[in-house]
């Protein structure tokens, strides 16, 4: 009990110490994720309060580019080793999401947008593999009393990983389409994002139909 609480501990001091001093490799990351967009900053992680209308959501045409926000329970993304659970000496990795940023673009009607996500994996205790595969849904949401899927895709990217055990990772999601809102439920539109493992699991093969 009192070693698997040191090793949670450890593994808590890591990933917080890597949020904050970034190596010189993820620093160029940043540069390449920022010239994707045309300079503009990125934006936190966390889910800050949304931005109000007319603000820095709309961009010179009059076009509402959503928020982007992280789906409750989908900020990280552990692994264990087979058969255990992703804690104590049995994690082999974790991934967290530590920026994105956001992009639109309108064209006949239907909006394409461009959602940046960069995040970190920080490997744990059972050793990560050479190369760890990071699955990623983008979704663009109608918020209210009763939230409605406008478009989702499921965005996948391999990271090598290094002895150093902390490699950065970035995600361009650049071909998300959906139709153009109307103005007055444009502002309620929300880019969430999220890890989603079942992304990585193979899709079940059709069962054969029997010949008469």
């Known amino acids: 009990m009192g070693d698997n609480r040191l090793v949670r501990v450890a593994i808590a001091a890591a990933l917080g110490c890597s949020l904050l001093v970034q190596p010189v490799a993820a620093q160029s990351l940043s540069d390449r994720f920022k010239s994707l967009f045309g300079g503009k900053s990125d934006e936190p992680a966390p889910n800050a309060p949304a931005a109000a209308a007319g603000s820095d959501n709309v961009d010179q045409s009059g076009l509402f580019c959503p928020d982007v ?20 000496n049995d994690l082999k990795f974790q991934a967290t999401i530590t920026k994105t940023a956001r ?9 394409t947008a461009r959602v ?3 995040g970190r994996i920080i490997a744990g205790p059972a050793g990560a593999p050479t190369s760890v595969q990071i699955p990623l849904r983008v979704a663009v949401v109608q ?7 406008i478009a989702t895709k499921v965005y996948q990217t391999t990271v090598g990983m290094s002895e150093s055990g902390s490699e950065p990772f970035t995600l361009v999601a650049d071909d998300l389409v959906y139709p153009a809102p109307s103005v007055a439920v444009g502002d309620t539109y929300i880019f969430y994002i999220g890890f989603d ?6 899709e079940p093969k059709p069962k054969a139909t029997k010949k008469k």
């Open 69 to 88: 926000k992280i789906r409750a329970g989908a900020s990280t993304y552990a692994v264990a080793a087979p058969g255990k659970q992703p804690i104590g």
């Open 103 to 111: 992009e639109c673009q309108i064209n006949g009607g239907e909006i």
């Open 116 to 118: 940046g996500i960069q």
């Open 143 to 149: 918020g209210g009393v009763s939230e409605k899927t």
């Open 197 to 202: 493992p079942q992304a990585l699991k193979p």
